[in-house]
């Protein structure tokens, strides 16, 4: 009955569109899709914070392993719960406090926050084989929860179809990299060529910005740019300027860092509505 006489009480990406509005059928799809995967990564998070993996029963000596996951996953569900039920301002990004340069977000904006929290995983020396190693290990991903590696290959696509809940780790972690790839291509481009965010429009800047869970339905084209350019910002520009300005070698994990915004994005998306 609440559906009944409430048809619009659920946030905007399961809302039902009407086939007149100009809505994208794709941008939709993408929307509720990226929804749905936050969703049951929620879940999933919760679940694995509290029942431990089933190989363990078989290791004895991994109990401790075990239960170090655990904890990361507790961790991580709680900040998202935590992100969830915080009142950030709800006005469109185009009327969001931004520095003038390139769409750049102000120090104090959300997603910004959570990069500096995680400064240290995404910023790496470079000195010692050990070291180099350990780089590697984390530019593949392997240090990022299960649950959220599944949950960005669904809401972003790649993890697809009927086999897509049996499909083992370390593929979707495989396939995850490999569209970050892409994505470090394009927007090392538009950040060398300098170009103007503005001339990207219609099906391009929706898949553009669908590919990084950037905006919803709803958005209107220049929030999306700019939404385009804080990504391009804290992505690619902001990095080089860190490594540049370092006393020592650093070593940016570009993949960590995309996967830290797509996250955001996603979440955010689903706050909207």
């Known amino acids: 009955?609440?559906?009944?006489?409430?048809?619009?009480?659920?946030?905007?990406?399961?809302?039902r569109r009407d086939k007149n509005?100009?809505?994208?059928?794709?941008?939709?799809?993408?929307?509720r899709r990226s929804a749905h995967a936050v969703i049951q990564t929620m879940m999933d998070l919760e679940y694995g914070a509290k029942h431990p993996a089933f190989s363990t029963?078989?290791?004895?000596?991994g109990r401790a392993g075990a239960k170090k996951a655990m904890e990361q996953l507790e961790k991580v569900g709680e900040a998202a719960e935590a992100f969830l039920a915080t009142a950030f301002p709800s006005?469109?990004?185009?009327?969001?406090?931004?520095?003038?340069?390139?769409?750049?977000?102000?120090?104090?904006?959300?997603?910004?926050?959570v990069l500096e929290m995680l400064h240290n995983q995404i910023y790496t020396s470079e000195e010692g084989e050990h070291s180099k190693k350990e780089t590697a290990k984390r530019t593949k991903l392997v240090v990022v929860p299960k649950p959220i590696v599944k949950g960005l290959g669904i809401a972003v696509g790649i993890n697809s179809g009927p086999l897509s809940g049996f499909m083992p780790n370390f593929l979707s972690r495989n396939k995850l990299v490999e569209h970050l790839t892409k994505l470090s291509e394009t927007d090392n481009f538009l950040i060398n060529e300098e170009i103007d965010l503005t001339d990207i429009d219609g099906e391009l800047l929706v898949d553009a910005c669908s590919a990084r869970l950037i905006g919803h339905p709803g958005s209107t084209a220049e929030e999306l740019r700019q939404?385009?350019?804080?990504?391009?910002?804290?992505?690619?520009?902001?990095?080089n300027k860190?490594?540049?300005q370092s006393d020592r070698a650093l070593a940016y994990n570009e993949n960590l860092a995309r996967v830290i915004l797509m996250g955001y994005n996603a979440v955010d998306s689903l706050r909207e509505g």
Do not use: C, T
């Open 1 to 15: 009955y609440a559906f009944m006489f409430f048809p619009n009480m659920l946030p905007s990406p399961f809302a």
């Open 21 to 31: 509005a100009g809505v994208n059928d794709l941008w939709v799809e993408s929307s």
């Open 57 to 61: 029963k078989f290791n004895p000596f």
């Open 91 to 113: 006005a469109p990004l185009s009327k969001r406090k931004r520095e003038e340069s390139n769409g750049a977000l102000s120090p104090s904006s959300p997603p910004e926050q």
């Open 227 to 239: 939404g385009l350019g804080q990504w391009l910002h804290l992505a690619v520009a902001k990095p």
């Open 242 to 244: 860190v490594i540049a």
